[in-house]
């Protein structure tokens, strides 16, 4: 037994000692040019924040993100899911395939951060005119990832397998009547050819201190679904309300009935979930009684289990309720996106690199967020990891710092350098760990 034993051992040692010297050169490659590349980054990011564009409207960023990929002579597709860009950089050994995503899209928010490159960038949205604003963080990831890409170009022919870098647009959402953002993009086969093996993604965090990484295996963010209630009654003078069947009175019982489903059905102690009304329209004057009310609102879940579960509550509270009024109820749930579920093996693989380019100690598990991320349409195929980048100042309490998807959003540039050592790490790390996989063919 141990004449077999003992070989196997050292083939094993000398295998891992292989892995860490391959990979700690590269990734020594990876720092410095990483550090090198700060300056151009940042200056990405600044013209891309002082130009920003809503969704499936992202031509001038698109531009700008297929040319530099060109000049580093990077296979490139445009014009996916409308205005993405795909680029294919095939190393000069075989190896997976891995990918990596950058969102474009800004947001419809008037800037108010006081900073040179603020924006005043003004377009439509669902036919209003509003001002445009990168008030989630979108030009960094755009920026940070061409660094990336950069960086992985350079050192091409040491890299074992292929790298897509996908440039999404319309992560927020696409306009009201379009497709968009990641769920066009896989429909329009942004996965295959080659096939993706893996995917990564990253999300910078104005409530997380520069430096710091965290991440959560499994459920991260959550799912994000769309309702519409209908409540049908019948109108009378309101002065006569006992002619009427009230459909303002039975849609306050209805809201007050959904409530129950997180306190009463869902479990919170295992998965958070939220059930919000946003919206409620009824009426015309003070003293009529409507015919209708309608509601719209919102449904937040980090479990599939449980967001089924609140989808079968939502009719069944508002029809029931309104049937013991005499009213009708129309029940209408869109599924916007699923859970962002970080794959828990390939997570426990990866945070390593993580630890490696932040240090052990500035990375750490966060809590689950209720926020939702269209990242989750690549991992329902292809394993995938998203991990949260930190970008608010050093020093600053995160009490102070203003939340993502609002006028005063902030970020501190000194995160990206930071970014782009994680992204071309877990490439190189993820390529070395499964040498035995090869893009050809695929």
């Known amino acids: 037994m141990k004449k077999i034993i003992l070989p196997v051992a050292l083939l094993m040692f000398s295998l891992s000692t292989s892995f860490a010297q391959t990979t700690s050169l590269l990734k020594?490659?990876?720092?410095?040019?990483?550090?090198?590349?700060?300056?151009?980054?940042?200056?990405?990011?600044?013209?891309?924040?002082?130009?920003?564009?809503l969704g499936n409207r992202e031509f001038k960023t698109a531009e700008k993100v297929a040319a530099h990929l060109r000049a580093l002579g990077i296979e490139v597709k445009t014009g996916v899911g409308k205005t993405g860009v795909v680029g294919l950089l095939k190393g000069g050994k075989p190896g997976p395939v891995v990918a990596l995503r950058a969102d474009m899209d800004?947001?419809?928010v008037k800037e108010r951060v006081n900073i040179p490159f603020a924006s005043k960038a003004t377009g439509e949205y669902n036919g209003q005119p509003v001002s445009i604003m990168h008030a989630c963080g979108h030009d960094t990831h755009v920026a940070i990832l061409m660094g990336t890409a950069e960086i992985l170009a350079s050192m091409k022919s040491e890299l074992k397998g292929t790298i897509k870098f996908i440039f999404q647009p319309a992560e927020e959402g696409a306009p009201e009547g379009e497709e968009g953002g990641a769920a066009l993009m896989i429909k329009e086969g942004v996965l295959e050819n080659p096939k993706v093996d893996a995917i990564f993604g990253l999300h910078i965090n104005a409530q997380t201190e520069i430096g710091k990484i965290k991440y959560r295996p499994g459920g991260t963010m959550a799912s994000s679904d769309w309702f519409k209630i209908k409540i049908k009654g019948k109108q009378s003078h309101g002065a006569y309300p006992w002619s009427s069947i009230d459909p303002i009175v039975t849609a306050s019982q209805v809201i007050m009935g959904l409530q129950t489903i997180v306190s009463r059905n869902a479990p919170v102690t295992e998965s958070a979930a939220v059930v919000t009304v946003g919206q409620i329209n009824g009426g015309v004057r003070s003293n009529i009684i409507p015919e209708e009310v309608n509601m719209n609102g919102t449904i937040r879940a980090l479990d599939t289990g449980v967001q089924d579960m609140i989808h079968a509550r939502i009719s069944q509270i508002a029809t029931n309720i309104a049937e013991s009024a005499g009213a009708t109820a129309e029940v209408n749930i869109t599924r916007m996106c699923p859970v962002t579920y970080n794959d828990i093996p390939l997570t426990e693989k990866m945070v390593p690199t993580l630890e490696g380019v932040a240090g052990k100690e500035n990375v750490s598990i966060t809590a689950a967020v209720t926020g939702a991320e269209d990242?989750?349409?690549?991992q329902q195929k292809v394993p995938g990891v998203f991990f949260f980048l930190g970008g608010a100042p050093k020093g600053k309490p995160v009490s102070e710092t203003a939340p993502h998807h609002?006028?005063?959003?902030?970020i501190d540039e000194g995160s990206f350098v930071l970014g782009m050592k994680s992204m071309a790490s877990l490439v190189v790390d993820y390529m070395e760990m499964n040498t035995g996989k090869s893009s050809v063919g695929k």
Do not use: C, M
């Not at 990242?375 to 690549?378: D, H, K, M, Q, T």
């Not at 609002?406 to 902030?410: I, M, N, S």
């Open 375 to 378: 990242f989750a349409f690549y």
């Open 28 to 53: 020594s490659k990876i720092a410095q040019k990483a550090e090198g590349l700060e300056a151009k980054v940042v200056a990405w990011r600044r013209d891309f924040h002082q130009n920003p564009e």
């Open 406 to 410: 609002t006028p005063d959003f902030y």
């Open 106 to 108: 800004g947001l419809p």
